[in-house]
């Protein structure tokens, strides 16, 4: 099973800055990729941006410039550093990991996994 925990979200002033963390944990065969998405109210869940094995990103058009994904595998973490924050950015923000699982022995099938989330609020 992997887990995945997100953590750094708050209130912030537009303008502000946040760095979102996300540790990955459990029985990991790979990681695929791994993503950030967020969910505003009322609002479909979206791709803000990726991160591959390679290390390479890719960022949603309203986010690029200002949010920075970056890992760290020695801690089996990822992080998105958000800087010049706006009020369209509130939302929840969840980590997603394209993984397989290992049990000690076998491995299983590439699945989607998700962190629960963390608030992200941005005032104006």
């Known amino acids: 099973q992997v887990q995945l925990v997100e953590s750094g979200g708050g209130l912030v002033q537009a303008g502000g800055s946040l760095r979102l963390s996300c540790l990955v944990s459990g029985s990991i065969f790979s990681i695929d990729s791994m993503g950030w998405y967020r969910q505003a109210p009322g609002k479909q869940r979206e791709l803000v941006a990726t991160?591959?094995?390679?290390?390479?990103?890719n960022y949603e058009d309203s986010v690029k410039g200002r949010f920075t994904f970056s890992r760290d595998n020695a801690k089996n973490t990822v992080y998105l550093e958000m800087n010049s924050l706006k009020p369209e950015d509130t939302a929840v923000y969840y980590c997603?990991?394209?993984?397989?699982?290992?049990?000690?022995?076998?491995?299983?099938?590439?699945?989607?996994?998700w962190g629960r989330g963390t608030q992200v609020t941005v005032s104006s």
């Open positions: 997603y990991a394209y993984a397989r699982g290992w049990n000690g022995r076998e491995y299983g099938p590439f699945r989607d996994y």
């Open positions: 991160i591959t094995s390679s290390g390479s990103t």
